[in-house]
């Protein structure tokens, strides 16, 4: 028992590691958070923002998280606690913590991307947007979702039982490029539909005069769905790249990988769009519901909807799964390097106590609410901010060091990375995190008082 008995598995390619940073990134927030923010926050001026985000703070954060997890080839809290010393080992709980509570309630929102792909065999899609809203309302909570939340949790556990190798490795090299083909084929069909023009126009026309008047809340959504969608923030990268095992440039890693994120989240766009502007429905309609009522309700309404939204909300689900997997991972990596237990052991006990966790979040929407914006908002900010202070000032010529490992000599490049974490990362950090805080209490005092007054 202890550290260091077995060997620490490693990707067996270099393909493994890019599919498995790629089939985290790409998920839940690329699919149904991407565009519909796009559209409401100004369509494509919001998208140069988004993407000048990506690279400004995106970029750079994603490398920190990759030569932090190379150069200790650990587990968050056992890097952090090499990287740092001490107390920084608190930080490393904080992305344990962020991946357990998040896992928790994106299983269950993965069920009803099940539920959905079903829906569409049974040719259950209702096209009137009322009756679809009063469907999601039953389908969300209750019994069908805790059972398909199950289900969701069992095949995670499964494929990280496996191990790196024969479990994330193999499932990530199906799902991945599975993800990639449908989605293009999707934007294809799409683009044959009636409303497709007017739905582009909608989508990517920009609207100079709303950035000038929206900014304050443009910039920080932003770059909080550049966080999110690059799965920074908690640990992720800094697990996947700690089973790298050799030197390879990481700038080309991290390039590729955001490449396929970003292109993912833009098609997505293209898909949704004109199907709910030839179905007629309105898309500036956001919230949990966005793809599991409008766009279920577009599906309703279309020829052959059925089968439309059986792949679309199939590749959902597998799109969830793979951004599970890492979730997964973090936390099973940890109590694997540092508590000794066996992958299998720790994969099936963690998958049992997130199944519980998950319970409350597949009872009532309000209570996957509390969870969603606490991880969201406060613990992955919190967690990443704290990340980018370590390595940007307080360690930042091992972190430079490392990164030249397989790239060379970084000349200028490397100062330019150090301070772009030093001052734009960190900056949008702290105000993300502010502004995060002050959303909790507005929901704390709101919402959540009034579901407890009902009680
Ligand atoms: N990046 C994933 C998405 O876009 C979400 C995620 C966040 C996954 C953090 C893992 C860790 O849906």
Redesign the pocket.
């Given at each position: 028992m202890g550290l260091g008995d077995a060997p620490r598995e490693t990707w067996a390619t270099r393909a493994g590691f890019i599919f498995a940073a790629v089939g985290?990134?790409?998920?839940?927030?690329?699919?149904w958070?991407f565009p519909f923010q796009v559209g409401q926050e100004g369509g494509a001026a919001f998208l140069l923002i988004y993407l000048l985000f990506i690279i400004l703070i995106g970029f750079p954060a994603m490398l920190v998280e990759f030569v932090v997890g190379r150069n200790t080839e650990r587990n968050p809290v056992g890097a952090l606690k090499a990287v740092g010393g001490g107390a920084w080992r608190y930080v490393g709980w904080i992305f344990i913590a962020?991946?357990f509570v998040?896992l928790s309630y994106?299983s269950v929102v993965a069920g009803w991307t099940i539920r959905y792909t079903i829906l569409g065999l049974q040719d259950g899609y209702l096209a009137d947007v009322g009756e679809a809203e009063a469907q999601f309302v039953d389908l969300a909570s209750g019994l069908d979702a805790i059972v398909l939340h199950a289900v969701f949790m069992v095949t995670v556990i499964v494929i990280v039982a496996y191990g790196i190798q024969r479990g994330i490795e193999l499932a990530v090299k199906v799902l991945v490029p599975a993800i990639i083909v449908i989605t293009v084929g999707m934007a294809i069909y799409a683009f044959t539909l009636e409303g497709a023009s007017e739905a582009y126009a909608y989508y990517l026309s920009p609207e100079w005069g709303v950035i000038a008047a929206e900014w304050t809340s443009i910039l920080p959504a932003a770059a909080g769905q550049a966080f999110?969608?690059?799965?920074?923030?908690?640990g992720?990268m800094i697990t996947y790249a700690s089973y790298l095992g050799e030197d390879r440039n990481l700038a080309e890693d991290g390039a590729i990988v955001i490449g396929f994120?970003t292109a993912i989240a833009f098609i997505t766009g293209l898909i949704v769009f004109p199907i709910l502007f030839t179905a007629g429905v309105d898309p500036a309609d956001p919230g949990a519901g966005a793809i599991f009522v409008s766009l279920a309700a577009a599906f309703g309404d279309l020829t052959l909807g059925w089968l439309i939204g059986f792949i679309f909300f199939g590749t959902v689900a597998i799109?969830?799964l793979s951004?599970?997997i890492?979730?997964m991972e973090?936390v099973v990596s940890y109590v694997v390097d540092e508590r000794g237990i066996e992958r299998r052991t720790a994969a099936f006990g963690i998958g049992g106590a997130l199944f519980l966790l998950g319970i409350p979040s597949a009872t009532d929407l309000v209570l996957l609410d509390l969870f969603d914006l606490f991880a969201d908002q406060i613990l992955?900010v919190l967690g990443g901010l704290l990340l980018m202070i370590l390595v940007g000032w307080l360690v930042a010529d091992l972190a430079v060091d490392e990164l030249s490992r397989g790239i060379g000599d970084l000349g200028s490049l490397g100062t330019a990375w150090i301070w772009a974490v030093r001052i734009p990362v960190i900056v949008v950090l702290i105000v993300a995190l502010a502004l995060g805080v002050l959303e909790y209490v507005e929901f704390l005092t709101g919402p959540f008082a009034e579901w407890l007054a009902a009680l």
């Open positions: 985290s990134a790409v998920g839940l927030g690329n699919i958070r962020t991946g998040i994106y999110f969608t690059l799965s920074l923030g908690m992720v994120d799109a969830a951004s599970a890492s979730l973090v992955l």
